[in-house]
Each structure stands twice: as C-alpha cells, then as structure tokens.
C-alpha cells in the first residue's frame, strides 16, 4: 500500500531555533500533500495543502512565514518552523494523495513530535 | 459550514463485543467520507474509504456504512480485541478536485478490555 514517512519522528529543540520536518511517500507520487498539527486530546488541525512546484495554501489563522512549506518534489514536502517557540510544541502529521488518483483516499504519515524549551 | 461529530467521545467494553461509533455531519453535500484509527503519539491509519455514491465498506471485522441523506456514517467493528483499543477518526471531504481538505471529528476513544 502507500507508505509515507516523516523525519525526524520527534525534536526537541530551543526556543529561537528552526526546525525542518520532511513528509515522503515512498512508493507513490504525490501531487499534494497536507501538513496538520495535533494538541493533546484533539483532532487533526489543518495547518496548509502545497501542490508539487507551487506555493503552499495556508489556512486561516495560520502564518505562513513561521511556517514555511515547500513541495519540491512528487514525493517530498518539508515543513520548517521557524523562530521556535514553546506554543508551536506540537504533533505535526502529514498526508499525501496519489497523483491523478480520483478516489481522494489520503495517506499519513507516522508524525513528529516537537518539543520546544 | 460543514461540521462532523462523533459520538461517543469514549468507549469502554469487555473483549469480544460487537460495537458501533458514530459520525454525523451537517452537509450531506460530500464527496467521500473516510474512518481512521490512531494510536497513542502514533499517526494515522486509514481504516475504510466510502465515496459518496457507495453505502458500505468493508474490511475484515470493520464494516463502515454511510447514508448521506441523514448526514450519517457508522463504523461497525464485530468481536472487538484489545489491539482495537485506539482512537477512531472520522473525516468527510467536501469536494473533488485539488483541493481535497478532510473535516475533522474529534473522535471516539476506544478502549477494549481483556
């Protein structure tokens, strides 16, 4: 089946600093990929959709310059968080959906756990 | 605005019940409606896909049906184990096409005991 990756699986890092999350789908190509995020004892949020070669689209509420998406490829998206700070400690997951694929199934990947001190 | 809903928030039950949970959502205009399970600090796994013009799935000792018209889907799971202890996931996709955004229940806890 379709298998995606995030690395690393978990992060802690100091306040100030950036930090880069890569989403891969290993045996398939993804034209979009989703990046969420998840506090404890809540659902998924959606944070930003980015389509392979173009700019990310943001959801409302969500700043687009602390946290950078690039899709430079059919099978990675990173998501950089930058300026850290401990409110952005969090579960971060992506998803991937297969190219030209019509039955809008999306893969996850396993999510990192950020730390920030 | 399209809003999904889960119920029960948690479940608790003995080994080898057969159970239900529960997804409603407000517009019954989507395009498919997916069943996830996650475990604890774990990510997602897809579980069942329904598309809209379907009525059921099913895959081993889950089945999930969907009827649209009531803004309703319910995950069905026979003979429950405890490594079905996890939380389940319910989320519609509201169009076709790019822009394929998942709406979100908060999920049902489920814990199965030996």
């Known amino acids: 089946g379709a298998v995606v990756s995030q690395h690393p699986s978990w992060v802690i890092c100091k306040s100030g600093t950036s930090v880069k999350i890569e989403c891969r789908s290993l045996?398939?190509?993804?034209?979009?990929m989703f990046w969420y995020r998840q506090f404890p004892k809540q659902s998924l949020m959606l944070m930003a959709t980015?389509?392979?070669?173009?700019?990310?689209?943001?959801e409302q509420g969500v700043e687009k310059d602390k946290f950078l998406i690039n899709h430079a490829s059919l099978t990675l998206s990173t998501l950089t968080v930058t300026s850290a700070h401990p409110e952005d400690s969090s579960f971060y997951i992506c998803?991937?959906?297969?190219?030209?694929?019509?039955?809008?199934?999306?893969?996850f990947g396993p999510g990192t756990r950020l730390t920030v001190t | 605005k399209q809003e999904v809903t889960q119920i029960p928030a948690a479940l608790s039950v003995p080994e080898g019940e057969n159970l239900v949970l529960n997804c409603s959502f407000t517009?019954?205009?989507?395009?498919?409606l997916q069943w996830f399970r996650q475990d604890p600090g774990k990510g997602l796994t897809s579980l069942l896909l329904?598309?809209?013009s379907q009525r059921e799935q099913t895959s081993g000792r889950l089945n999930a049906s969907l009827d649209k018209s009531s803004g309703r889907s319910t995950l069905y799971i026979a003979a429950s184990q405890p490594g079905d202890s996890a939380t389940y996931l319910c989320?519609?996709?509201?169009?076709?096409?790019?822009?394929?955004?998942?709406?979100w229940g908060l999920g049902t806890s489920l814990a199965v005991n030996p």
């Open positions: 998803s991937a959906s297969l190219a030209g694929g019509v039955g809008g199934e999306q893969y």
């Open positions: 329904i598309q809209s």
């Open positions: 989320a519609v996709r509201l169009t076709a096409g790019n822009n394929r955004k998942l709406i």
């Open positions: 980015s389509n392979e070669g173009s700019k990310a689209t943001y």
């Open positions: 517009d019954s205009a989507i395009y498919n």
């Open positions: 045996d398939f190509q993804a034209t979009t």
